[in-house]
């Protein structure tokens, strides 16, 4: 009979709709979560590939200079995870990047069998050109146009941002950089390359790209026609010493980690993107 009566509920029995959110929110991290992590870095040469490569990595791995001309792989667990990156030389901002580069380039894919999680594509901040999104679109389609479902776009330099968004940042910037953040599928990430080892923003970067392989259904895979034309460059241009000069380009004293000013960038910078030197002013 006392089954009958109707069980009188109490606030306990409703669960706070901020906690039960944020156990959602938990739950899903979990269960996106991936034992191993393979990553590429993509931009121009300049912005911050590599040292973004050092600071996801939490070691001095990848050199930075500016004549890098092989891609290089490194690997260290990141918050409990395998992460595999692969530094690319970068293509060349204001001219056509030569045909060993953008073989280079390509390359990094099958550096990181089966296929990279995520395209790292670093911008800094500052000015976005037409010519800097052409470059983008042009380098990208090396690897086919799935590569964009996979691409996360890090914005590097992000001291210049001061109080500033980045929302705003892309929005003030233009169509431009608005349609890489779109072709992106709005997937970008701001990293603050200052700080070195224990990296807070570290476990928030390797969530979001879980979750953008969640998203895609797994990790990125070349199509076989694309396969076939990378086979082909790499056999008609294959480079006995790149072997060799991965291994040399690997880890450096700390020395070479030092933040240019804004000043030597300058003198350095005659490919670089000349955007990020006016950008400053804003
Ligand atoms: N201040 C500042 N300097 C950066 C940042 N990212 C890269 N750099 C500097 O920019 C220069 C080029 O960086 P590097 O990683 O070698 O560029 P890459 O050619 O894209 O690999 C180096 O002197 C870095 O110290 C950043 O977020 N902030
Ligand atoms: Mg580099």
């Not at 930075?64 to 030389?89: I, M, Y």
């Given at each position: 009979?006392?089954?009958?009566?109707?069980?009188?509920?109490?606030?306990?029995?409703?669960?706070?709709?901020?906690?039960?959110?944020?156990?959602?929110?938990?739950?899903?991290?979990?269960?996106?979560?991936?034992?191993?992590?393979?990553?590429?870095?993509?931009?121009?040469?300049?912005?911050?590939?590599?040292?973004?490569?050092?600071?996801?990595?939490?070691?001095?791995?990848?050199?930075?200079?500016?004549?890098?001309?092989?891609?290089?792989?490194?690997?260290?667990?990141?918050?409990?995870?395998?992460?595999?990156?692969?530094?690319?030389?970068?293509?060349?901002?204001?001219?056509?990047?030569?045909?060993?580069?953008?073989?280079?380039?390509?390359?990094?894919?099958?550096?990181?069998?089966?296929?990279?999680?995520?395209?790292?594509?670093?911008?800094?901040?500052?000015?976005?050109?037409?010519?800097?999104?052409?470059?983008?679109?042009?380098?990208?389609?090396?690897?086919?146009?799935?590569?964009?479902?996979?691409?996360?776009?890090?914005?590097?330099?992000?001291?210049?941002?001061?109080?500033?968004?980045?929302?705003?940042?892309?929005?003030?910037?233009?169509?431009?950089?608005?349609?890489?953040?779109?072709?992106?599928?709005k997937r970008y990430f701001v990293i603050?390359?200052?700080?070195?080892?224990?990296?807070?923003?570290?476990?928030?970067?390797?969530?979001?790209?879980?979750?953008?392989?969640?998203?895609?259904?797994?990790?990125?895979?070349?199509?076989?026609?694309?396969?076939?034309?990378?086979?082909?460059?790499?056999?008609?241009?294959?480079?006995?010493?790149?072997?060799?000069?991965?291994?040399?380009?690997?880890?450096?004293?700390?020395?070479?980690?030092?933040?240019?000013?804004?000043?030597?960038?300058?003198?350095?910078?005659?490919?670089?993107?000349?955007?990020?030197?006016?950008?400053?002013?804003?």
């Amino acid at each position: 009979m006392d089954s009958d009566k109707p069980t009188e509920l109490t606030g306990d029995d409703f669960p706070d709709p901020e906690e039960e959110e944020k156990r959602l929110a938990q739950a899903a991290r979990e269960a996106n979560r991936l034992p191993e992590l393979r990553l590429v870095m993509l931009g121009w040469r300049w912005p911050g590939k590599s040292l973004t490569g050092n600071t996801i990595l939490g070691r001095e791995e990848f050199r930075l200079e500016r004549a890098a001309e092989f891609s290089v792989k490194r690997e260290t667990v990141v918050d409990g995870r395998r992460v595999t990156v692969v530094d690319t030389p970068g293509w060349f901002s204001s001219q056509a990047t030569p045909a060993t580069y953008r073989q280079e380039i390509v390359r990094s894919v099958s550096m990181c069998s089966p296929g990279p999680h995520a395209f790292l594509l670093v911008v800094p901040v500052g000015m976005f050109t037409e010519t800097d999104r052409a470059r983008i679109e042009e380098n990208l389609a090396l690897f086919g146009e799935d590569v964009w479902k996979h691409t996360l776009l890090v914005f590097t330099w992000a001291e210049i941002l001061r109080e500033k968004t980045i929302e705003r940042h892309i929005h003030r910037e233009g169509r431009e950089l608005q349609w890489v953040v779109d072709k992106c599928k709005k997937r970008y990430f701001v990293i603050n390359n200052h700080v070195f080892g224990d990296h807070p923003q570290l476990p928030r970067l390797m969530e979001k790209i879980e979750k953008l392989v969640a998203e895609e259904g797994g990790p990125f895979k070349l199509r076989t026609e694309e396969n076939a034309a990378q086979n082909q460059t790499n056999n008609e241009n294959s480079n006995p010493n790149s072997v060799k000069e991965e291994r040399e380009l690997g880890a450096r004293p700390k020395h070479n980690c030092s933040f240019s000013s804004l000043s030597s960038l300058r003198s350095v910078n005659e490919d670089g993107p000349q955007s990020l030197i006016e950008g400053v002013s804003d």
